[in-house]
């Protein structure tokens, strides 16, 4: 069971308002939440004193939610307190992580759930940036943005295509007539390639080397970043990548670097892609990493690099909780 809170506010005491403002308030929850109205147990209002022509419960009724027990309670008349505000709580069975809706005025309730907040985490190939980045969207309730995958899935198209991707021309070739997508699918990140979904296909070793090379096109990159943007204005999400807090979004106000040992780096994959039944040797991935590393360092357009008012964490002797902890102990620390 989870308890997932809400608030909002109406401009002035009127039936019609605590209705619209009830009705806009459970529905967000219920979509944000994913939630049915057999899971609901039970949704308790509570409404400042200034708030006297309709009962929230009642308004919840009356939109649809009636199928559990209600209840409205008046608050304490608080000096300071905000205005015309109404809060519920709704009790659900459900055991993901909750997420909590605060509407109009009652925003500045929470400032930290209700203002978009951007997390930019860069580093190179194997430091665990896409592991730690999704584990930290879960426990704040925000979107992974996998920014690599968008490149992945223009290798993968340059292979179905037999395009050269060492040759510009060829590239942009397959670019110019790409149709990618984002969706998020039961809180993961769904790729689409031409409306097909692509998120297994893209993980493999050839196509993250030929996505190294693509990602270096400025063209591919104005197309992506264009996209990443758009998302981040929007959505609160971390982002992972080589160039996030420098290129991406050098504005955002959270930004990591995380890094390792390239011996560490490629232990990691090796044993990743062992457990996976891949028979690839480790000298192998090791070479595969230092490539990596060097064609992202050095490549004209927006390398890799350690933005200047990011925080380093070296991740060679933690594990993947504790670099968890220690970014999410640094964002709530600032916010």
Known sequence: MRAIRG??????????????AVKDLLEQIALVNRIEQEDIICIMFSSTGD???????????????????LYSSTEPDIQGALKLCIRVMVLAE??????HVYLNGAKVLRKDLTEVVNIAVDGPAGSGKSTVCKLIAEKMGILYLDTGAMYRAIALQCIRQNADYAEKDSVKHVVEKLKIKIEYRDGRQVTLLDGEDVSDQIRTPQVSLIASYVSAYGFVRQKMVALQREIAKKTSCIL???DIGTNVLPDCRFKFYLTASAEIRAKRRYDDEKYKGSEQSYESVLSEINERDFQDKNRAIAPLKQADDAIVIDTSDMNIDEVVAEIIKSIQEKV
């Open 240 to 242: 992972d990548g080589r």
């Open 7 to 20: 608030a909002t506010t109406i401009s002035t005491d009127s039936p019609e308002e605590v209705k619209v």
């Open 51 to 69: 708030i006297k022509s309709f009962y929230p419960a009642k308004a919840a009724r009356e939109a649809g939610f009636s199928a559990c027990p």
């Open 94 to 99: 459900i055991e993901r992580q909750a997420h």
